[in-house]
């Protein structure tokens, strides 16, 4: 399906439910209400559906949004890969959903029509150029939702998927009133408190091995128990470790939940390659991003672990 | 003085020392090896110096940097507002600056000529707009250097001094080798042990008051000398204050070095005025960052300060 086709879509189908996929971050979110936005322009009626509550940090996103009763006549899913990803609550509309926008290049073509291009910075980035090919008029909140995808994704323009293309497109919605200073504060300078402490007690004990080359940080199932933090705090630490002046390669060991072992994952600079290390163990990625499982206590896991450190180190000499 | 006479003065003179601000950032930094790179493709001699040794994590700006003895005849200032802030070695320049480029809209006007533009958000896309309208040739190591400054001073594109420019810039520089995810990775995430040492012993103390509106770090010199780390390191934390989800107003007392009394400095979000707050103790700023001193020990001062954000609150409701 093109852009004209895709215009065609809207024009000729009404009553959408838009989907976004479980733990949502500012793309699905902001790519729902924009597509909420330009249908609602166009005089159809919508809603923008997750399998739990929107998270309050959104909230600057929903400005004018109306939320009627009706029957669902169309599904939409946004920056959605996979069915699974959509989350128990929206799983009774996975088998039918009627048109995906997305820009994972993994997406699994579980919809009737896709619109994904896998070199698209954000899915908020496809639709952005579908607006501009079929001129369809921009208006301040269609403008502030596509950059907030936009600066997710990219981690505000500093990830290797940053191509040229976002950068002139966050130059060219900044005509308008987008106030991307408070969006890029919600998305990337908030924390919450159980996070503050979550960060706070990892880096206390973070550990240094081969003159700081290799950084280590762990968290057991009893830390996520005795914090008394949502669990949920206890993920998205992986950049920590590598965050430190020197470290090569940043190792998070995860507790897994049976606790019969640890999930790594392991970041590294351009002079080590994390994938390689964690095939060793069975595991994968890319070079610079990736992971395994090891079975074993901690004690046993660390000394595996550094022991592949050790000749990763002795290599370089 | 326009662009066009800027380069008849690099064409006409020779043996440049080019000068940094102390404490050096990424934007005088990449603006001085960029500007030594135009002079020296232009066949120029040139030198760029700092009171101090540039910190390493600014090495990958010195590609292809040669340094020669010669005599100076020229003096180049770059993104250096004030001539106090050239830093002790370098005094003995401030009054001969024969030329200064900058963005700081509170320049002194110190140098015998003066580029300024206070809308440019860096140094280098002074420089840049310089190179593009005299059609100064772009290499891979002036991108990087001239992305570097101009990522560093809008916050990877985050403060509010980012104007779509500086997307544009960014899109065109990225058509260069500038391999801008290592930049950003040395800019933004990269912090020394002695940084994450202090940064976990003030949130770990942190105060919330007001039901978390209001939060409060606190520095002494006892602290400071205590944890034995480099003095410097306990600078630039008042932005943690209000990182955390709720706060309205952040707040970070430093006690002075006397210890007299305690250096306030004071965030706010959209729904306060640190500017007002900070009046009220004969101090002043922005809307969203002021400062002020008061003097008395730690907890007469934070009595005063609680005291004015309770006022604060209580004038919302």
Redesign the interface.
Known sequence: MDFKELRRFFETHDDYLILTHRNPDGDTVGCGFALWNILHDMGKTAKVLNCEPFPK?YDFLYEGYIESSFEPKTIVAVDVADKQLLGDTLMQYADRVDLCIDHHISNKHYAKETIVDGNASSATLVLYRFMKEQGIPMTDIIAKCIYTGLATDTG?????N???????A???L??YDID???V??RM??????GR?KV??IV??D?E?YFG?RCTVICVTQAMINDTGVDPAEFDGLA?IP????GAVIGITLKELKDRSGFKLSVRT??EADASAFCRQFGGGGHIRAAGCEIKGTLAEVKAKVLAAAEVLFADER
Chains 1, 2 share one sequence.
């Open positions: 940090r505000c323009f500093k990830f290797s940053t191509i040229p293309e976002a950068h002139i966050a130059a060219e900044m005509a991307f200073v408070n890029n504060r990337f300078d908030i924390k919450s408190m503050i960060e706070n880096i206390k973070m240094f700081g950049s590598l965050e430190v002046e600079t351009e």
